[in-house]
């Protein structure tokens, strides 16, 4: 099946620090991508999603400043939390969707566990 | 109301056992259904699509019912290693397939 990896797989960074995530699909391309977001013991919630040549598409209540997607090609798109503070630290989970039979199929990428000091 | 509602458990069930999870879902234009399984601070991996016909895949049998806005995934003859958190996920519209997922039935099977 489509393979979809992420960068790094886990980050502790500074509060007041920037950190970039990247999620690149390795055997297809993507044209739209997903970042999702998971609380402990809470559900994984869209934050957004990717366009390649285009902007990102925000869902409500995610600050497209604090948030910063860019889709730079193909197969790769990158979640950039800028400023974190401790209340971003979370699970972030990046998915591309690939043709599979008559339908597409979401491939996730292993997940980014970021803690915030 | 959440989008996708499910009984976060936890399930405690010995191997063996049979077990079923429910799942409503509050957008009547929902159209793609499905369930996920994931492990421990891992991503989650597609265990199956539902069907309003129902479907079997093994062990797993899901079921849909559009009427009732309901879902509903069993395992028989469960292994340890079916240990996980369930989840129940509907899109709206077609094509890419913006994903909701509810917040998971957490299941244990013990020895």
């Known amino acids: 099946g489509a393979v979809v990896s992420q960068h790094p797989s886990w980050v502790i960074c500074k509060s007041g620090t920037s950190v970039k995530i990247e999620c690149r699909s390795l055997?297809?391309?993507?044209?739209?991508m997903f970042w999702y977001r998971q609380f402990p013991k809470q559900s994984l919630m869209l934050m957004a999603t990717?366009?390649?040549?285009?902007?990102?598409?925000?869902e409500q209540g995610v600050e497209k400043d604090k948030f910063l997607i860019n889709h730079a090609s193909l197969t790769l798109s990158t979640l950039t939390v800028t400023s974190a503070h401790p209340e971003d630290s979370s699970f972030y989970i990046c998915?591309?969707?690939?043709?599979?039979?008559?339908?597409?199929?979401?491939?996730f990428g292993p997940g980014t566990r970021l803690t915030v000091t | 109301r959440k989008e996708v509602e499910q009984d976060p458990g936890p399930f405690n069930v010995p191997e063996g056992a049979t077990v079923a999870f429910n799942c409503t879902y509050s957008?009547?234009?929902?159209?793609?259904f499905f369930w996920y399984r994931q492990d421990c601070r891992k991503e989650p991996k597609l265990l199956m699509s539902?069907?309003?016909s129902g479907n079997e895949d093994g062990r797993f049998t899901a079921q849909l019912n559009r009427a009732s806005q309901y879902i509903s995934l069993l395992i028989r003859d469960s292994k340890l290693s079916d240990s996980a958190t369930y989840l129940c996920?509907?899109?709206?519209?077609?094509?890419?397939?913006?994903?909701?997922f509810g917040t998971g039935t957490r299941l244990l099977v013990s020895p």
């Open positions: 539902v069907y309003s």
């Open positions: 957008n009547s234009a929902s159209q793609s």
């Open positions: 996920v509907v899109t709206l519209g077609e094509g890419f397939q913006k994903l909701v």
């Open positions: 990717s366009n390649e040549g285009s902007k990102a598409t925000y």
């Open positions: 998915s591309a969707p690939h043709r599979a039979g008559w339908d597409y199929e979401q491939y």
């Open positions: 055997d297809f391309q993507a044209t739209t």
